[in-house]
């Protein structure tokens, strides 16, 4: 959850306050997580939450489908939180169609900063997962219960950063 908390914090900050969530359908654990902490961000933040969250399928298409719906909202979104990259290039691409600009107008943030994050345009802003050190952490913990050297159960949480780029820059 601190992960789409950074995103929802990082969108006010630079002025949103009607923050949309596009989401993976429910039940599917990871996109119930991060839906749970746009959810309880917005209201720590005072923001509304009802009617501003659409689920669907992870892909480009469902992203502009959905971000069209709250975008054609009497009151429309002014940021959009993306449970991930695909669904954010669906939202850049219906902000893009209505003529609005993405990151003035509407700001957009994905997650797990895709290699299409940074070669999109605006760069869309995203979480990045340090896959890399976590696959690290895993040989290690294994390696470690192989031989012997650890017994006991390790948790190793690695830290996702926030990447900015344009998508979010006013």
Same mark, same amino acid.
């Given at each position: 959850?601190?992960?789409?908390?950074?995103?929802?914090?990082?969108?006010?900050?630079?002025?949103?306050?009607?923050?949309?969530?596009?989401?993976?359908?429910?039940?599917?654990?990871?996109?119930?997580?991060?839906?749970?902490?746009? *959810?309880?961000?917005?209201?720590?933040?005072?923001?509304?939450? *009802?009617?501003?969250?659409?689920?669907?399928?992870?892909?480009?298409?469902?992203?502009?489908?959905?971000?069209?719906?709250?975008?054609?909202?009497? *009151?429309?979104?002014?940021?959009?939180?993306?449970?991930?990259?695909?669904?954010?290039?669906?939202?850049?691409?219906?902000?893009?169609?209505?003529?609005?600009?993405?990151?003035?107008?509407?700001?957009?943030?994905?997650?797990?900063?895709?290699?299409?994050?940074?070669?999109?345009?605006?760069?869309?802003?995203?979480?990045? *997962?340090?896959?890399?050190?976590?696959?690290?952490?895993?040989?290690?913990?294994?390696?470690?219960?192989?031989?012997?050297?650890?017994?006991?159960?390790?948790?190793?949480?690695?830290?996702?950063?926030?990447?900015?780029?344009?998508?979010?820059?006013?």
């Amino acid at each position: 959850m601190t992960t789409v908390t950074s995103c929802v914090e990082h969108v006010f900050e630079r002025g949103a306050r009607r923050i949309g969530f596009l989401g993976w359908p429910e039940g599917s654990g990871v996109g119930d997580d991060r839906h749970a902490g746009w *959810q309880a961000t917005c209201r720590r933040l005072g923001l509304p939450t *009802q009617h501003l969250s659409l689920r669907g399928e992870d892909r480009i298409e469902t992203g502009q489908a959905l971000a069209d719906r709250l975008l054609d909202r009497a *009151q429309p979104v002014d940021a959009l939180v993306c449970v991930s990259d695909l669904m954010a290039i669906g939202a850049i691409r219906a902000i893009e169609a209505r003529g609005l600009v993405v990151g003035g107008d509407v700001a957009v943030t994905g997650f797990d900063d895709s290699p299409l994050a940074s070669v999109v345009r605006p760069g869309l802003t995203s979480v990045r *997962q340090p896959l890399e050190e976590a696959a690290e952490s895993i040989v290690a913990i294994l390696t470690g219960h192989l031989t012997g050297r650890l017994t006991d159960p390790v948790t190793d949480l690695k830290t996702p950063t926030l990447v900015t780029r344009g998508s979010t820059t006013p």
